[in-house]
């Protein structure tokens, strides 16, 4: 399902939209598995809206070894298949999964960011996938500045307060006021159906707004490495943090490791 014409488009913007990438049989098992997750949220969870918001914005990550419903998903569809495609790579290996969900009337947006620079990653090989398992409108949907995956790094911000707690203040560029200049940068977005899929570059700028009418969504996001990426241990807390990786794992060496295990390779390799 994956054309030529799909994977020239992502690596041309940095986004790119898969309808129907998925049975509904496997949206079903996804479905199950968020809903558990939500239930049992790991400690790894947090809540990313405010106290005043009239909904709810809630997150979690690294679930896939304790939530066999996110195991048989991650495993057993076409996702790590696209995933080498996409990135051109002859292997495909799982990163991480993140469980995003917002309830109805959620006003807090996620703001403008690349996600690469809050990992412990270098390396260009590399995809997200954003999975909704309930109707995305166009205007809640994820959104994207097409090309930036092919530009330099902007400083990483917490979202909530906006503090640089990743890279030191005025090591790399801010980001540009990008919502005072829609009507001049190119965004895409799509309407998403259950089955459809987004698949992003992780230097990618996106975001999203509250959510409008009266359903929740919710979210699974996969990602995935390729070829190219080693370890790139950072000095402050990565958003994931993987624990006592650094002492086992050397940087600059390949992602080598249980947590990451390859899900795709070429037949030939």
Known sequence: MISAQIVDE???????CLRQLFEPEEMAVLRAGIDANLAHLSPRAKVASGANDPGRFVEDFCNWQENPLYQRFIFETPLAAAAARLMQSTTARLYHDHMLTKEPGTRQPTPWH??????????????????????????STLEFVAGSHRGPWL???????????????????DLPDIEAQRSDIPILGWALEPGDAV????????????LEGTNRRRVFSVRFLGDDITHAPRRWKTSPEFPGLTGELPA?????????PVLWQSPGR
């Open 10 to 16: 992502f690596q041309r913007d940095g986004a790119v």
């Open 252 to 260: 600059g060496a390949p992602m080598n490791h249980p947590l990451f």
């Open 114 to 139: 690349q996600d690469q620079p809050y990992y412990n990653i270098d390396g260009r090989q590399n995809v997200s996938f954003w999975i909704p398992v309930d109707p995305v409108s166009r205007p």
């Open 155 to 173: 400083m990483p911000r917490s979202f909530m307060d906006d503090q640089a707690k990743w890279f030191p203040e005025g090591s790399l560029a």
């Open 199 to 210: 698949a992003f570059h992780m230097l990618t700028l996106h975001a999203a707004r509250g």
